[in-house]
C-alpha cells in the first residue's frame, strides 16, 4: 500500500535537526528526554525544545561496552554508546539530559553519562500508591520546574504549564486517534508503518508539525481504508506487542511478524498505547501532570495494575488474536513480569502467548523467525 | 591453624533450629529478612524473632529457573527457589517476610514469593538525600514499626527500641572487632574462617549468643597469634574482597583466592564491613534506625558515595595489596559500579584491581582459577 503521506514525513524529519539548530542559536534550550516517565510540559512552558534521544540502533553499542558490561539492556547500551561516541544529533544539541532512576541498568548508567553533559535525575518511586509516592513525585515534578526555570530564565506560570498540557494532550489524542485505525479489521495500515510515523514524528521540534502530519496520515489511510486497501487479508492473525520500547533500528520483533504473516495491530509500548494517557486539564496542573505520569504502568512498578489493565482493554479493543511480550536481554523487569503477564492472558483471554528475549543485534534472527513463525500457525489455530 | 571455638559454633547452629521452633510454639514471631536495608530492630523490639533467609546455595536454582529467568542473578534465584521448594527451614518458620525495593530482580522477585508467605515491602529510596530520601525512609521504617507491632501485638516503645539498638550496636561492634583481628599482618585469621564465623552466627535467634562466640573467638585467635600463629606468611597478598554479598555455599571466589596462595584480609560486602555501622544511640531512636540503613553503601544507590569512602578507609586500615570486586551475574548495579570502583582503585592506590562476575555454579570454576592466579602473581610483583 503507498501512502503519500510518508514522503512528507520524511521531508519534515529532514528539515528538523536544521529548525532545532536555527532555534538553539536563537537563544533557545534543547533538553533531551529519554524515558516516557519525564514530564516534557516542564520544558515546553518553559519555552524549551524538548527533544528524544538515540538509543534504538545497534552501532553504537560496540563503543558503549568499552565501559558498560555485555550482559546489560540493549537500550542501555545503545543510548549511552550514542553518547560517548557523539553521533546522535539531539544529545549534541542536549543542553541538559533528563535522566530518571527507572531501572538498575538505566540509574547506575546515568551516572556515567554525566561525564557528556550536565544531567537532572527524577527521582521515580517504585510504586504508584497514591498517598507517599505521588506527594514524593509530585516534590520531584517540582524540582524538575525549577530546574527548568534556572535552566532557561523563564518563569513557568499555571498557565504556561496549562498550554504545554493542551498542547502534549492534543498530541497524545492525534496518536490514539492514528493507533486506532487499526482496530478496523483487517487493519488498513501495518505494524511497522505504525511504528515509523510514531517514531519518526516523536523527533519533531514543534509538536503541532507532528500533530497535523498524524492527522493527515489518518485521513489518507482512512481514504483508502474506505476503499477497501489494506495490507491484510481478513484473516491475517492480529498481534498485540507488549512489553520494552521499539523504535526504527530495534523493530526485529515487528518486522518479523509481519514478514511472518501477521500484523502487529497494537503496541503496549512505551512508543504505544502506554503513551496516550492523556493529562487532566481541570486540576492544578503539576498536580495534574505529577498523577499522568506515575501512572504510567511500566513494569518498573511493583506491582503494576495498570499493565494488566491496559492489555485486557487493548485485546478486547483491537480484537487480539494473540499477545507477543518482547523483553531486551537483561531488561529484568518486563524479564520476571512475563511470567505473570503469561499466565494473565492465558488465563483471563486464552490467547497465545509468545515471550521473547533479544536485543538489538541480528545475531538471533533465524532463531527468533522460526519462534514467531511457528506462534502465528499456533495463532491460526 | 585450629580454632577450637569452631566446634561451639558448630554445636549453637544445630540448637539454633530448636531453639526457634520451640520460640515459635510459645508464642514469639518469626520474622523473615533477606537485606542489610532491612531493621532488624523493628523485629526484636516486638519480641519477634529476626531470621535471615537462605539465598546463598545453588541447589535451589533449578527450581527457580521454571518461574525466573535464567539471566538473572543468583542470590534472587537462590532465595526464590528455597521459598518455592521449602527448603529453607527459616523461610518455613517465618510468619512474616520483608522484602525491600533495592534491585530491579529483587522488587519483581518478591511479587512473586507473596505466594508463599505475606510480605512486607520496604520502599527503598535510590539516592542517600538527608532531605527527601531520608523523610520518605523514615516514614517507611515508621509503617514497618507499625506492620510489626500489628504482628506481634506488641506495642513497640521508644524504649524497647532503645534496648534493641543497644544489643544489635553491641553485636556490630563484637564483630567489627572479630573482622580487625586480620588486620595484623599476616593475619591470623583466615577469610574462610571469618565468613564462616560471620555467616554461621548470622543465623542465631538469640544475638547474644553470637555475641559471646565472637568474643571468645577473638580471645582464642589472639592467643594464638601472639604465639605467632598464622595460616599465612608475612608476604601473602592481603586481597579486599568487594560488591556482592557472600556467604556459606557462594564462596567460591574466597576459596579460590585463599587456595591461589593469597588472603582476603577484608570484606567490603554486606556481611563484611559494611554491616558494623552502628546506630547512634543518642538521637531519636526511629530517627536513628532510619539515618544508619540509609546510609548502607550498597550499589542500589544512585549515587553511591559511602562505598567508596568505605573502600578507602579499609585499604588503608588493613594493608591491602589488591583489590577483587566480585558481581554476580546480571546483577547491574554492582556490574555498572565496577567500572568507577576499579578507576578509583587504580587511581588512587596504584593498587592492582581484579573485576569478576559469576554466580553460584562451579562450570567456570577452572577459568575463575587460573584468573585469580595471574592475579595473585599480579599482586605479588
Request: charged fraction near 25%; charge should be neutral; glycine fraction near 8%.
Amino acid at each position: 500500500m503507498d501512502i503519500v503521506t510518508f514522503g512528507k514525513l520524511q521531508q519534515i524529519s529532514e528539515q528538523n535537526l536544521l529548525d532545532i539548530d536555527r532555534a538553539k542559536r536563537e537563544g533557545r534550550k534543547v533538553i533531551g528526554f529519554y524515558c516516557l516517565y519525564s514530564p516534557v510540559e516542564l520544558a515546553i512552558a518553559a519555552r524549551a525544545i524538548p527533544v528524544s534521544l538515540c538509543g534504538t540502533k545497534n552501532d553504537p553499542i560496540e563503543a558503549a561496552e568499552k565501559v558498560l558490561p555485555r550482559n546489560l539492556c540493549p537500550l542501555i547500551k545503545s543510548s549511552y554508546g550514542y553518547a560517548a561516541t557523539d553521533t546522535c544529533p539531539y544529545f549534541r544539541f542536549s543542553n541538559l539530559i533528563v535522566g530518571e532512576t527507572t531501572c538498575d541498568g538505566k540509574k547506575k548508567m546515568f551516572e556515567l553519562l554525566a561525564e557528556f553533559r550536565p544531567i537532572h535525575i527524577l527521582q521515580l518511586p517504585q510504586n504508584q500508591d497514591s498517598g507517599k509516592a505521588l506527594s514524593f513525585w509530585y516534590q520531584e515534578v517540582k524540582r524538575f520546574k525549577e530546574r527548568m526555570e534556572k535552566e532557561t530564565g523563564v518563569i513557568i506560570t499555571d498557565e504556561k504549564l496549562s498550554d504545554a498540557i493542551r498542547l502534549t494532550n492534543k498530541e497524545r489524542k492525534a496518536k490514539k486517534v492514528l493507533m486506532d485505525l487499526a482496530k478496523t479489521k483487517p487493519s488498513p495500515i501495518s505494524g511497522m508503518e505504525l511504528l515509523t510515523i510514531k517514531f519518526k514524528t516523536g523527533f519533531f521540534m514543534d509538536k503541532r508539525l507532528g500533530i497535523t502530519l498524524m492527522n493527515e496520515f489518518v485521513e489518507e489511510i482512512q481514504r483508502k481504508a474506505l476503499q477497501g486497501e489494506s495490507p491484510f487479508n481478513p484473516d491475517t492473525p492480529r498481534i498485540l506487542l507488549t512489553g520494552v520500547p521499539v523504535g526504527i533500528g530495534s523493530d526485529k520483533v515487528v518486522r518479523l511478524i509481519e514478514k511472518g504473516g501477521g500484523n502487529v495491530a497494537c503496541f503496549e509500548t512505551c512508543g504505544g498505547y502506554r503513551s496516550v494517557f492523556t493529562i487532566d486539564e481541570e486540576k492544578e496542573p503539576l498536580q495534574a501532570i505529577a498523577e499522568k505520569y506515575l501512572a504510567t504502568p511500566c513494569s518498573v512498578m511493583s506491582p503494576n495494575p495498570g499493565r494488566y489493565e491496559l492489555l485486557g482493554e487493548m485485546i478486547n479493543g483491537f480484537s487480539v488474536d494473540g499477545v507477543v511480550d518482547l523483553t531486551w536481554q537483561a531488561c529484568h523487569t518486563y524479564n520476571v513480569e512475563s511470567y505473570s503477564i503469561g499466565k494473565f492472558v492465558e488465563k483471563n483471554f486464552h490467547l497465545p502467548f509468545l515471550h521473547l528475549e533479544t536485543d538489538y543485534s541480528e545475531s538471533d534472527t533465524e532463531q527468533l523467525r522460526v519462534r514467531i513463525e511457528a506462534f502465528l500457525e499456533m495463532v491460526r489455530g
